[in-house]
């Protein structure tokens, strides 16, 4: 997957279009995620999304096409967030800290469009025996054609590793299937 920045998102588009603006506005981006900072409320700003990909707006799941500006009212809830089409992001418990809760149901949304990767790294949260390679890999893979998720077989161990957990899988359009994994190769559809 290409990263969003490219020829067509070149930095003057990064800075938003808005006259007299300040320090605290600006537009930031990743691989797969775009947002317009603006700690102003109540307002409209207009927000670039970059051209090649379809973009979800992360509160609404609305799908807009890449290449344009959109305006986006902004309040202290709702910051203007964007998905990137063909990505896949995990959710955990709300928690403080990292052991608060078990992490043993985990919400993974997926933004179809194109093919997808996401690999959920986990360790034991603690310590530092993750670099004598005390940590797991969970591989997950998007197949756009076959709309198809496969979620691969665990990679790596450590103390305390959860063997079995739930993963709510979610799409934009409410899509939503709820599946054990036990550290298998495991294949789901959504046609």
Not at 20 to 30: I, L, V, Y
Not at 58 to 79: A, L
């Amino acid at each position: 997957m290409a990263p969003v920045l490219n020829a067509q998102y070149t930095p003057e588009k990064l800075i938003t279009t808005d006259e007299n603006e300040g320090w605290n506005k600006k537009q930031e981006s990743g691989e797969n995620a775009l947002s317009k900072v603006d700690f102003t409320q109540n307002k409209t700003v207009k927000v670039y999304l970059p051209a090649g990909a379809d973009w979800f707006d992360f509160w609404t799941n609305e799908k807009h096409k890449g290449g344009q500006e959109i305006q986006k009212n902004v309040n202290i809830q709702s910051i203007p967030l964007y998905i990137k089409a063909g990505s896949i992001i995990p959710f955990g418990p709300d928690v403080q800290y990292a052991t608060e809760k078990k992490w043993d149901y985990l919400t993974v949304k997926i933004y179809p469009g194109t093919d997808a990767d996401f690999v959920l790294y986990e360790d034991e949260f603690d310590n530092y025996n993750y670099e004598k390679g005390a940590f797991t890999e969970i591989p997950f893979h998007w197949n756009e054609k076959s709309k198809t998720l496969t979620i691969e077989a665990r990679k790596g161990k450590f103390s305390g590793m959860m063997e079995k957990r739930n993963f709510s899988l979610l799409f934009p359009d409410g899509q939503q299937k709820t599946v054990s994994y036990s550290g298998k190769n495991i294949s789901i559809s959504f046609k």
